[in-house]
């Protein structure tokens, strides 16, 4: 079975409804296999400026997902992934997590990813 690991940008559209009926679809089944995403996604995620209504459902919708913390393989693949790379410390958490948990991420910044040695997947590419 493979492991998906959900960016935050793809979190946003899916929850905002933000995508296309064939995408929501594709994004829907990955999160129906494996919804997880990064102690990081969560943050940058639930610090979206919600109404209370819809921050209420942003929570719980968070709360179906396995949460991937920081540990300390993460954070030496961060120390390696930065090392003479220009990447965002949010993005480099990201793709650590996804690489400790053998996960494909999801996202639709490819080229944010281009240069790890990490599969990514964006599903507003058509198949």
């Known amino acids: 079975m493979k492991h998906y690991l959900l960016d935050t940008n ?3 559209y899916y929850f905002n409804g933000n995508m296309e009926c064939a995408v929501k679809d594709k994004v ?7 919804f997880q995403i990064s102690i990081i996604s969560k943050m940058e995620f639930l610090g979206f400026p919600f109404n209370l209504q819809e921050r209420q459902k942003a929570e719980q919708f ?3 997902a396995t949460i991937r913390s920081l540990s300390d393989e ?3 693949h961060v120390i390696d992934i930065r090392k003479g790379k220009s990447i965002k410390l949010p993005d480099a958490i990201i793709a ?5 948990y053998s996960a494909i991420l999801v996202t639709r910044n490819t080229k944010d990813f281009k240069a790890l040695a990490l599969e990514t997947y964006n599903p507003f590419d058509g198949d």
Request: net charge neutral; charged share 20%.
């Open 10 to 12: 793809i979190l946003i």
């Open 62 to 64: 968070v709360e179906c």
């Open 28 to 34: 829907s089944k990955l999160i129906r296999e494996s």
């Open 74 to 76: 993460i954070v030496q």
């Open 96 to 100: 650590a997590t996804a690489v400790q």
